[in-house]
């Protein structure tokens, strides 16, 4: 917990840097934020990020207090209608469960942040290192910078998408060599490094499986992860006993090809013209958009044809029931954290959608606790008995037989694999009649369930 904090410390000390860097003297705000990463208190670092993104302090307590007000609100309201049922009390609690899902938004950007962070624990001393040659940076006397090939790349690409390749006043020859030089499309350019990072950090807002699962990057059309897919038990020797071979240790390949997804942007030759479009902006919107709904939904339901495998197709995975026909119980959720092994629920999150949520806020375990909390006051995510959520749209409403309601440690679940060659094709001809340009994108992911016994799901029965 001690590590997660102070790597929270050094991502939230990066941004304030940014901040900073605006109005004060830059060296000692670096100096300054160095020391950053010694700071222990989530509440206090959640606080410091926020500010250094530009929020206001104000408002973040404003917003924190409504949350617990709410809640204490949401409370006192179900408790009075578990007693007595009564109509203008479920209005009443339906009102207030739409106040507190204005607070998911905020919620789900620390879950994420959060497990992102979990991600670079194991970095730190490489980002503890990076801040040290920031300070170093700072204080140096800048010297102008030549172009980066990276850099060459970026502006050659968005200056192909506006002129085409025939214009050899706007487009130089020797800027759509740099594309040329990385086409393996047939007739298409791939998009700078830059670019896909961009794109994939809009897609995490439409697919919040990818902060979560485990993401790994392959320039091959699949990659093979080693698996154990069998054990030996030891056993006890005498002294001079003989020994013999403990047999059962077995391991396999688990094949998890790429897949192939493709977005259409239409763009109007007038736009395209107007020097002051942003057609970086557009293009990177429109692309996220599509692949993070494709994305998101393959996770989760996949069926691993011509698309990744969905941990709800998958097969092995503790299942439990929820212990009514067609709603979560309390029994339910706590059966389904208890189903897997102690080390994966040890870093378990819950995954489900709104609707399920809703209804959740409204349980009580053996001891007359709620089992959801809110934990926004405190600087770490609202929790449903103690551990974090995710909320996912693709994931079933309550129902008879639905699968609403998956827990476990996803980063040991599930690997998501980039092919991160994003490539763009750019077609004047087809909507030529209605003065618009089109863009195709396309882009590789696999995704698969490599480790079944690190998740469980719930289905209501």
Same mark, same amino acid.
């Given at each position: 917990?001690?590590?997660f904090?102070?790597?929270?410390?050094?991502?939230?000390?990066?941004a304030?840097?940014?901040?900073?860097?605006?109005?004060?003297?830059?060296?000692?705000?670096?100096t300054?934020?160095?020391?950053?990463?010694?700071?222990?208190?989530?509440?206090?670092?959640?606080?410091?990020?926020?500010?250094?993104?530009?929020? @206001?302090?104000?408002?973040?307590?404003?917003?924190?207090?409504?949350?617990?007000?709410?809640?204490?609100?949401?409370?006192?309201?179900?408790?009075?209608?578990?007693?007595?049922r009564?109509?203008?009390?479920?209005?009443?609690?339906?009102?207030?469960?739409?106040?507190?899902?204005?607070?998911?938004?905020?919620?789900?950007?620390?879950?994420?942040?959060q497990?992102?962070?979990?991600?670079?624990?194991?970095?730190?001393?490489?980002?503890?290192?990076?801040?040290?040659?920031?300070?170093?940076?700072? @204080?140096?006397?800048?010297?102008?910078?030549e172009?980066?090939?990276?850099?060459?790349?970026?502006?050659a690409?968005?200056?192909?998408?506006?002129?085409?390749?025939h214009?050899?006043?706007?487009?130089?020859?020797?800027?759509?060599?740099?594309?040329?030089?990385?086409?393996?499309?047939?007739?298409?350019?791939?998009?700078?490094?830059?670019?896909?990072?961009?794109?994939?950090?809009?897609?995490?807002?439409?697919?919040?499986?990818?902060?979560?699962?485990?993401?790994?990057?392959t320039?091959?059309?699949?990659?093979?992860?080693?698996?154990?897919?069998?054990?030996?038990?030891?056993?006890?020797?005498?002294?001079?006993?003989?020994?013999?071979?403990?047999?059962?240790?077995?391991?396999?390949?688990?094949?998890?090809?790429?897949?192939?997804?493709?977005?259409?942007?239409?763009?109007?030759?007038?736009?395209?013209?107007?020097?002051?479009?942003?057609?970086?902006?557009?293009?990177?919107?429109?692309?996220?958009?599509?692949?993070?709904?494709?994305?998101?939904?393959?996770?989760?339901?996949?069926?691993?044809?011509?698309k990744?495998?969905?941990?709800?197709?998958?097969?092995?995975?503790?299942?439990?029931?929820?212990?009514?026909?067609?709603?979560?119980?309390?029994?339910?959720?706590?059966?389904?954290?208890?189903?897997?092994?102690?080390?994966?629920?040890? @870093?378990?999150?819950?995954?489900?959608n709104?609707?399920?949520?809703?209804?959740?806020?409204?349980?009580?375990?053996? @001891?007359?606790?709620?089992?959801?909390?809110?934990?926004?006051?405190?600087?770490?995510?609202?929790?449903?008995?103690?551990?974090?959520?995710?909320?996912?749209?693709?994931?079933?409403?309550?129902?008879?037989?639905a699968?609403?309601?998956?827990?476990?440690?996803?980063?040991?679940?599930?690997?998501?694999?980039?092919?991160?060659?994003?490539?763009?094709?750019?077609?004047?001809?087809?909507?030529?009649?209605?003065?618009?340009?089109?863009?195709?994108?396309?882009?590789?992911?696999?995704?698969?369930?490599?480790?079944?016994?690190?998740?469980?799901?719930?289905t209501?029965?």
């Amino acid at each position: 917990m001690k590590t997660f904090n102070r790597v929270f410390a050094v991502m939230g000390a990066l941004a304030l840097l940014t901040a900073l860097a605006v109005t004060v003297d830059v060296g000692h705000a670096a100096t300054a934020l160095v020391h950053a990463s010694a700071f222990a208190d989530p509440a206090m670092l959640f606080t410091a990020s926020a500010v250094a993104a530009g929020a @206001n302090p104000d408002a973040i307590k404003a917003s924190v207090e409504k949350l617990m007000k709410g809640w204490e609100d949401f409370q006192a309201s179900n408790d009075e209608n578990l007693k007595k049922r009564d109509v203008l009390l479920d209005e009443k609690l339906a009102r207030i469960n739409k106040e507190l899902d204005k607070f998911e938004p905020l919620n789900q950007t620390i879950t994420a942040q959060q497990a992102e962070a979990k991600k670079l624990a194991e970095e730190q001393a490489e980002i503890k290192a990076g801040l040290e040659r920031i300070e170093t940076a700072v @204080n140096r006397p800048k010297a102008p910078a030549e172009a980066t090939a990276d850099q060459k790349k970026f502006q050659a690409f968005f200056d192909w998408a506006r002129y085409g390749d025939h214009r050899q006043d706007k487009v130089p020859a020797d800027r759509l060599n740099v594309l040329t030089v990385s086409d393996d499309t047939g007739g298409g350019y791939l998009c700078p490094p830059e670019y896909v990072a961009e794109i994939t950090k809009a897609v995490v807002e439409h697919s919040p499986m990818r902060p979560i699962v485990r993401v790994r990057s392959t320039s091959q059309k699949s990659m093979q992860l080693p698996k154990r897919t069998g054990v030996f038990a030891a056993r006890w020797t005498g002294e001079i006993e003989e020994r013999t071979e403990t047999q059962g240790l077995a391991y396999g390949m688990d094949d998890v090809p790429a897949h192939e997804m493709t977005a259409e942007v239409y763009i109007s030759m007038v736009m395209l013209e107007d020097s002051a479009f942003d057609m970086e902006a557009e293009l990177r919107m429109e692309f996220a958009e599509q692949f993070g709904v494709l994305e998101g939904a393959a996770i989760i339901s996949g069926n691993a044809v011509k698309k990744p495998e969905g941990f709800l197709s998958a097969s092995g995975s503790a299942a439990v029931n929820s212990g009514a026909a067609t709603t979560v119980t309390a029994d339910g959720i706590l059966s389904l954290k208890y189903a897997i092994k102690t080390a994966y629920a040890r @870093n378990g999150t819950f995954v489900l959608n709104r609707s399920t949520l809703g209804s959740i806020r409204k349980l009580k375990d053996g @001891n007359g606790q709620y089992l959801w909390a809110p934990g926004l006051a405190q600087g770490r995510p609202n929790a449903i008995d103690g551990d974090p959520y995710v909320e996912a749209p693709d994931m079933p409403n309550e129902g008879a037989g639905a699968k609403c309601m998956a827990f476990g440690d996803w980063r040991r679940a599930y690997t998501l694999i980039d092919r991160l060659a994003i490539s763009v094709q750019r077609d004047p001809f087809t909507r030529a009649s209605v003065g618009q340009i089109k863009f195709v994108a396309r882009r590789r992911i696999g995704g698969a369930v490599v480790l079944p016994e690190a998740f469980g799901v719930m289905t209501c029965a």
